[in-house]
């Protein structure tokens, strides 16, 4: 089981911040590697997804349900999916919520997730996780914050 616990910072105003997460078309073009497919009858997503860990990149198919709780600025993504080469799956459940301040602006997001990996690239990904969350992460706080027309997003240890 993988754990994830980051902060992202955004120098835009909450709800700057939540109209961007609040669309997850918007959302998917802040993170790299992923792809977001058709909206299926229960509101989830088809979505994809490449992932490189050191030397290997690993792409995986996957349905994406994005729950909002919108007076509170708040979040769930549940995901689920696979890797057609090795059939490795995942299996990953995600809260999120953006507090803050209009002035001066100001947003923080708490992100905190657990991954469950099965099969046969489950080692390799495990073993480079947390240094490909941090990647990940640093670049969704960057481009987040490119489209809210802030500055430089960041990640707090």
């Known amino acids: 089981m993988i754990t994830v616990n980051e902060r992202i910072e955004v120098a835009s105003t909450p709800q ?6 609040s669309d997850p078309n918007a959302v998917v ?5 992923a792809v977001l497919g058709d909206k299926q009858d229960d509101g989830s997503f088809d979505a994809k997804l490449t992932v490189k860990f050191g030397p290997a990149k690993v792409a995986f198919a996957a349905n994406v349900l994005v729950e909002y709780d919108e007076p ?3 979040g769930s993504v549940t995901a689920r999916g696979k ?3 090795s059939g490795t799956k995942f299996r990953t459940s ?7 301040q209009d002035t001066p602006p100001q947003s923080t997001m708490p992100i905190k997730a657990e991954c469950e990996i099965t099969g046969r ?7 480079g996780a947390n ?20 500055a ?6």
């Open 16 to 21: 700057e911040v939540w109209a961007v997460l």
């Open 29 to 33: 073009e802040c993170v790299e590697g």
């Open 72 to 74: 509170n600025k708040a």
């Open 83 to 85: 890797d057609s080469i």
């Open 94 to 100: 995600m809260q999120f919520k953006v507090e803050g």
């Open 121 to 127: 690239l489950s080692s390799l990904i495990e073993s």
């Open 131 to 150: 240094l490909v969350i941090k990647r990940m992460t640093a670049s969704f706080a960057q481009k987040l914050a490119e489209r809210c027309g802030g």
């Open 152 to 157: 430089g997003g960041t990640t707090v240890p």
